[in-house]
Protein backbone atom coordinates (compact mmCIF):
# COMPACT_ATOMS: atom_id res chain seq x y z
CA UNK A 1 0.00 0.00 0.00
CA UNK A 2 1.05 3.36 -1.16
CA UNK A 3 2.01 5.74 1.61
CA UNK A 4 2.91 9.11 1.86
CA UNK A 5 4.21 11.22 4.64
CA UNK A 6 5.31 15.07 4.86
CA UNK A 7 7.04 16.94 6.69
CA UNK A 8 8.34 20.39 7.64
CA UNK A 9 5.71 22.87 7.49
CA UNK A 10 5.09 25.40 9.71
CA UNK A 11 5.29 29.43 10.50
CA UNK A 12 7.14 31.69 8.67
CA UNK A 13 7.66 35.43 7.96
CA UNK A 14 6.99 37.14 4.67
CA UNK A 15 10.52 36.85 2.67
CA UNK A 16 11.46 33.65 4.71
CA UNK A 17 12.07 29.68 3.79
CA UNK A 18 10.26 26.33 4.31
CA UNK A 19 11.55 23.27 3.01
CA UNK A 20 9.07 20.55 2.92
CA UNK A 21 9.69 16.81 2.58
CA UNK A 22 7.84 13.62 1.66
CA UNK A 23 8.81 9.94 1.52
CA UNK A 24 7.03 7.61 -0.37
CA UNK A 25 6.77 3.81 0.23
CA UNK A 26 4.79 0.84 0.01
CA UNK A 27 5.48 0.58 -3.87
CA UNK A 28 7.86 -1.07 -6.95
CA UNK A 29 6.42 0.34 -10.02
CA UNK A 30 8.86 2.80 -11.13
CA UNK A 31 6.65 5.21 -13.71
CA UNK A 32 5.06 7.57 -11.92
CA UNK A 33 5.38 11.34 -11.54
CA UNK A 34 5.40 13.38 -7.70
CA UNK A 35 3.38 16.64 -7.25
CA UNK A 36 2.77 19.11 -4.73
CA UNK A 37 -0.28 20.55 -4.51
CA UNK A 38 -1.51 23.11 -2.11
CA UNK A 39 -5.11 24.57 -0.78
CA UNK A 40 -5.73 27.84 1.10
CA UNK A 41 -9.27 28.19 3.12
CA UNK A 42 -11.85 28.20 1.06
CA UNK A 43 -9.95 27.65 -2.21
CA UNK A 44 -9.63 24.95 -4.29
CA UNK A 45 -6.71 22.52 -4.35
CA UNK A 46 -4.11 23.75 -6.88
CA UNK A 47 -0.90 21.96 -8.26
CA UNK A 48 2.03 23.62 -7.35
CA UNK A 49 5.05 21.32 -8.91
CA UNK A 50 5.81 17.86 -10.25
CA UNK A 51 8.83 15.85 -10.83
CA UNK A 52 9.32 12.64 -12.94
CA UNK A 53 10.41 9.80 -10.82
CA UNK A 54 13.87 10.17 -12.67
CA UNK A 55 13.63 13.77 -11.66
CA UNK A 56 14.35 14.80 -15.51
CA UNK A 57 11.56 16.92 -15.66
CA UNK A 58 9.71 19.58 -13.72
CA UNK A 59 7.11 21.74 -14.14
CA UNK A 60 6.18 24.71 -12.04
CA UNK A 61 2.61 27.05 -11.40
CA UNK A 62 3.50 30.64 -12.47
CA UNK A 63 2.94 31.92 -9.07
CA UNK A 64 6.04 30.17 -7.67
CA UNK A 65 8.44 30.17 -10.48
CA UNK A 66 11.75 31.37 -9.54
CA UNK A 67 10.67 31.10 -5.65
CA UNK A 68 9.75 27.07 -5.41
CA UNK A 69 12.27 24.05 -6.58
CA UNK A 70 11.27 20.71 -6.31
CA UNK A 71 13.83 17.80 -6.02
CA UNK A 72 13.88 14.25 -5.69
CA UNK A 73 16.08 11.51 -4.15
CA UNK A 74 15.22 8.86 -5.90
CA UNK A 75 16.92 6.59 -3.94
CA UNK A 76 15.24 6.96 -0.96
CA UNK A 77 12.12 7.98 -2.87
CA UNK A 78 11.69 10.92 -1.45
CA UNK A 79 10.40 14.63 -2.92
CA UNK A 80 10.94 17.93 -1.31
CA UNK A 81 10.01 20.92 -2.32
CA UNK A 82 12.15 23.99 -1.19
CA UNK A 83 10.17 27.65 -1.09
CA UNK A 84 11.61 30.73 -0.93
CA UNK A 85 11.00 34.44 -0.78
CA UNK A 86 7.49 33.13 0.76
CA UNK A 87 4.71 35.49 0.31
CA UNK A 88 1.10 35.46 2.72
CA UNK A 89 -0.43 34.06 -0.47
CA UNK A 90 1.64 31.11 -0.04
CA UNK A 91 -0.27 30.22 3.04
CA UNK A 92 -2.02 27.08 2.83
CA UNK A 93 -2.21 23.19 3.04
CA UNK A 94 0.39 21.17 0.95
CA UNK A 95 -0.28 17.70 -0.18
CA UNK A 96 2.05 15.64 -1.57
CA UNK A 97 0.75 13.36 -4.56
CA UNK A 98 2.15 10.32 -6.61
CA UNK A 99 0.63 9.34 -9.64
CA UNK A 100 0.63 6.34 -11.01
CA UNK A 101 1.26 6.60 -14.87
CA UNK A 102 -0.77 3.38 -15.91
CA UNK A 103 -3.49 3.04 -14.00
CA UNK A 104 -3.66 7.05 -13.83
CA UNK A 105 -4.14 6.52 -10.09
CA UNK A 106 -3.51 9.08 -7.58
CA UNK A 107 -1.88 8.68 -3.62
CA UNK A 108 -2.22 11.67 -1.31
CA UNK A 109 -0.34 12.49 1.82
CA UNK A 110 -2.16 13.53 4.77
CA UNK A 111 -1.12 17.25 4.24
CA UNK A 112 1.17 20.06 6.09
CA UNK A 113 0.29 22.96 7.27
CA UNK A 114 2.31 26.48 6.13
CA UNK A 115 1.64 29.57 6.86
CA UNK A 116 3.46 32.91 6.02
CA UNK A 117 2.50 35.52 8.27
CA UNK A 118 4.57 38.84 10.20
Known amino acids: QVQLVESGGGLVQPGGSLRLSCLAS????????MRWYRQAPGKERELVAS????????NYADSVKGRFTISTDNGKNTVTLQMNSLKPEDTAVYFC???????????WGQGTQVTVSS
Open 97 to 107: NLYQWVVARNY
Open 26 to 33: GFTFSNYL
Open 51 to 58: ITATGSRT
